[in-house]
């Protein structure tokens, strides 16, 4: 683009609400009146740009570490030395947190982590990004830099690294993943043959990060909007297999999408969940390549959990029947349930074991059923079966076991009076 037009396009950043709210104005007003330099950089311009919401806003200037610590501390402002190492330091303005980062260029990198030094070239800092795009900044004054010619790459859905593709990668192996995640929020056109060759070559450079960094990559990618035609990219070039090493199924994951597609047309009210997807496309794997990629991806215990839940209880829900429903609600809350139910109707449509209709009509019930579900209390507790002179703690449990699975399979509706007298006759029956 044109200088001219980059300017226009930079005082109309000026106007959008990301940089006008109180938190953002109070960090712009600290840097003005200590006469430092400082521009907006990264996803705040890039985003702005497409008008879509901005949701991180980072900050770059020529001020070393030390001196940005002192400024914001001198001014009041709570400051955590976050990353001060690659110089970042996170402030907070009004509950809203900021990232500045002092400009800085790569003096050794390999492949997982970066030395840096700090230096005063604004381009020099542009230049160890990773995609043209992801290079602007913005001036609080609204002068807008390109030096890549990123913004026509982002007006027309290119993702294009910054000089050598290869160098980019053999700088940080991750950006293999950032490539396909970017493809997958602002690519228009298919990644070229001659990209994806080149994913295809470095594929096995993935296997030497960390699975924290890979998961954050690949859960992004799963919650894109319609990640499919990327996961295709990555099963092709063998991405995928870094890190799910085992089968995976792709048609059951387009199956769900479709799914969700659907329902968001309908206005169901639906929350994209990235694990939900990774379980479809974990659909056809053991239990113990479901634990295999909660160790790979270091998910955390309740990710593990929530991931094991999809394995051990999708397909129970059918048929969807008003009892069944209430039961999953109570066993899983809504949101598991509702996971449990889109998984399986997946599976089904992609067996042609069900129709589009069918499985509307199984999620209108649901959405019945969760609107006047209330959780119901078990109405007795060890205490009333110590009454009964039960004193070992194992019978006492295995009682109240016992009577619960009685009392859901009536529908939550026996009492305690009837609770009890289930108990009663359990006793004398064992005896």
């Given at each position: ?15 959008q ?17 200590n006469?430092a330099?400082f ?66 260029q ?21 230049a ?11 001036t609080a ?49 298919p ?19 960390s699975g ?8 992004k990618i799963?919650?894109?909007?319609d ?12 991405l995928?297999?870094?890190?799910l ?18 329902l ?82 997946a ?18 019930l ?47 509706r ?12 359990l ?5």
């Amino acid at each position: 683009m044109s200088f001219l037009k980059n300017q226009t396009l930079g005082k109309s950043l000026l106007k959008q609400a990301w940089i006008n709210n109180a938190s953002t104005k109070r960090v712009i007003d600290c840097f003005v009146k200590n006469q430092a330099p400082f521009r907006f950089v990264g996803g705040c311009v890039r985003d702005g740009i497409l008008k879509r919401p901005v949701k991180d806003i980072d900050i770059c200037t020529p001020l070393l570490p030390h001196a940005i610590i002192s400024l914001f501390r001198d001014h009041d402002f709570a400051v955590y030395e976050t990353g001060l190492k690659h110089g970042t330091v996170t402030i907070v303005s009004n509950h809203q947190p900021f990232e500045i980062t002092t400009l800085r260029q790569d003096k050794e990198t390999d492949g997982r982590r970066a030395l840096v030094e700090f230096t005063d070239s604004w381009q020099a800092d542009a230049a160890r990004r990773d995609f043209t795009f992801n290079a602007l900044s913005l001036t609080a004054e609204g002068e807008l830099f390109d030096y890549f010619d990123g913004i026509s790459d982002l007006l027309v859905g290119i993702v294009r690294f910054i000089g050598n593709p290869l160098d980019r990668i053999k700088e940080d192996h991750l950006r293999i993943l950032r490539l396909l995640r970017f493809q997958c929020y602002y690519g228009k056109s298919p990644l070229s043959l001659e990209t994806l060759g080149l994913v295809s070559q470095h594929a096995n450079l993935i296997s030497k990060l960390s699975g924290e960094r890979i998961r954050q990559e690949f859960l992004k990618i799963l919650s894109a909007h319609d990640p499919y035609p990327t996961l295709l990219d990555m099963n092709k070039t063998k991405l995928l297999q870094q890190f799910l090493p085992f089968f995976f199924n792709l048609k059951t994951l387009e199956s769900l999408l479709f799914i969700e597609v659907n329902l968001l047309n309908k206005n169901f009210s639906l929350k994209i969940d990235p694990l939900r997807r990774l379980a479809a496309l974990l659909s056809s794997a053991s239990e113990k390549d479901y634990l295999q990629t909660s160790k790979i991806l270091k998910f955390s215990s309740r990710q593990q959990q929530q991931l094991l839940s999809y394995y051990h209880h999708t397909g129970k829900i059918k048929p969807v029947e008003p009892l069944t429903i209430r039961q999953f609600l109570y066993d899983h809350g809504p949101e598991i349930s509702l996971d449990l139910l889109l998984l399986q109707e997946a599976i089904d449509l992609c067996t042609k074991s069900t129709t589009l209709k069918s499985i509307f009509n199984d999620l209108e019930l649901y959405d019945k059923a969760c609107k006047i579900w209330e959780n119901p209390v078990f109405p007795i507790k060890g205490d009333d079966v110590l009454k009964l002179n039960i004193r070992e703690g194992k019978e006492i449990g295995r009682l109240l076991d016992e009577v619960k699975r009685w009392w859901r399979q009536h529908d939550f509706r026996p009492d305690h009076t009837a609770c009890m007298e289930y108990v009663k006759g359990l006793i004398a029956a064992s005896k």
